[in-house]
């Protein structure tokens, strides 16, 4: 009796509880966390948007993408053509998934549950679960690598520190270090909830943007002009099976691959918008102006630095450490490679808290509501780290980064479905109430589970599937028609899983798909909201006997309607 009442009492302190006055009910399904967000946490304007996007550019990724291009033969026209159309793409897509989170106000977790059914729902969530524990450690491993360039310009002798590792371990005692202090300064950032993250977004925003202008405005001035590297022609080799057509049209789809998991992400932020429009600006001109200037001034500075010194360093931490001659270089020249280094590194690390462990933290608290919250979540992720190993992935497994990098393949299938379901089949109509009980929703479908969306998601990725086969594995003469397929990846899992998952829908409907609540039950809209969406506010909340019973008043003026 007195362990079943530990356990009861230790299970009561790690519960969750949510403010009852709030409508932040804790069960299977919902957390304060979970639920549609109520005005008062609404807090991101335009600004916040440009920088969460701004982040996902302001990167050593994005800064190499040119790089990725050129080697596979484009010329420099080609490769920024790849990077425009690439980035238009991503805008539009990032707008389409997020439009649910604008409206509703919930994310990611709790959006698929209208496709896939409560149960089911945990498949997708799954999946973008394990894409953060590893993605999150890879973005350390690599934010490491900055950290150990700072202190190398602190303290130039770091670059020579004995290796106490031995021949077993894929890593060196100065990469290690590096990981170490990168992964515990991020730490305390696992505290700041989404509706505080203005503040960092600017220093990242400002501080970043400035070093890498006056990297390449250095970096020209010392080779007085851009190197021979900015006039790259399209240099495909002889008896390539493939054109250009094509290198262009892979290069795109890898682009818009490369940020799909951020694509998925919408919502998870959006619903944090104080107005949509604060989202499409935001969204919009970062994806547009600052992915695209990044990519540009690392080709111009890539170029630049291959008249100064005789070689092209495309990754900035091997530039770095060439420009301080690692660590042997005049005072002057490891101060300005450090405010970079620095720079680059706050910004990896504000864009892993963001991207991975703040979605890893909503996501796992859509695994248990009742005991993980964004902030538990994302110290889960963030811990997950160590387990991973990245040191292991990056030195050893590239094949397995390459499939990381190619998860694309899942998740446009996934994307299609979500665009299908809720513009299409719902018209933009979801009853937010069903989302967060199994007793009479219209979301719990078969037991938990919409059938429907299994087969449209697997026909999503299977024409594809076996172009990154072949791609992992390196075959020496893979099927062409395979390696096409797998060209066009996303677009092809996008629209051949929102076909199907359409179609099943035709032959097997749903009954009332275009329904949603009279009653804002969540206090999730603005009195202006509710309005636009016909929904009555919510005014009283009555307490019977172990149920609640929500008063209501009529709609103030208008009819119901959709709105924009």
Known sequence: MAIRQRFAALNESVRLQGDAAQHEQTDAWSNRDLIPLPPSRRTWG???????????????????????????????????????VGRVLIAMFSTLIAWAGLKWHIGFTVQNRYSWGLRASY???????????IWNAVQCWNGGRLCAVCITAIWPSFARIENTFGADMPTTTYEFIGFVVFWFL??????????????????????????????MIWALAVAKGVGPLWNTGQQIPTGSSWSS????????????????AGITNGSDFSRYASARRHYVIGTITSCLITGILVSLVG??????????????????????????????????????VFFLSAGFA?????ENICGNTIAGGIDLAGLFPRYIDIRRGAIITFLAAWIVQPWQLINRATTFIAVLSSFSVFLAPMIGIMACDYYILRKRKVRLSHLYRTEDSSYYFWKGINWRAIPAWVCGWAPTIGGLIVTVRMDAN?????????????LIGFFISGTIFYLLNLAFPVPDMDQMDDVDIYGTFTAAEARRLGV????????????????????????KGEGF
């Open 478 to 490: 893979p099927s062409r028609p395979l390696l096409q397929l797998y060209y066009m990846a996303f």
């Open 346 to 350: 706050f910004t990896a690390m504000f």
């Open 46 to 84: 335009w600004f916040n948007f440009f920088g969460f996007w701004s982040i996902a550019s302001l990167n050593l990724t994005n800064w190499q993408t040119p790089n990725t291009y050129l080697t596979q033969g484009l010329s420099v026209r080609q490769a920024m053509l790849v990077i425009v």
């Open 123 to 133: 498949i997708p969530l799954l999946q973008r679960i394990l894409l953060n524990f």
């Open 536 to 559: 009555a506010p919510l005014t009283t909340l009555v307490g019977i006997t172990g149920k609640e019973e929500y008063v209501q008043t009529s709609v103030a003026g208008g009819e």
């Open 299 to 336: 080709l111009v500075t890539a170029s630049a630095a291959q008249k100064i010194y005789g070689e092209t360093y495309w990754n900035p931490p091997d530039l770095l450490m060439v420009m301080m001659d690692n660590g042997n270089g005049s005072s002057k020249a490891r101060a300005g």
């Open 186 to 215: 991020s730490t305390p950032f696992l505290w700041l909830r989404p509706e505080k993250f203005r503040i960092p977004f600017f220093i990242v925003c400002t501080w970043c943007s400035a070093g890498m202008l006056a990297w």
């Open 245 to 260: 057509s094509w290198l262009i049209m892979a290069g795109i789809n890898q682009s818009i691959g490369g940020l799909a």
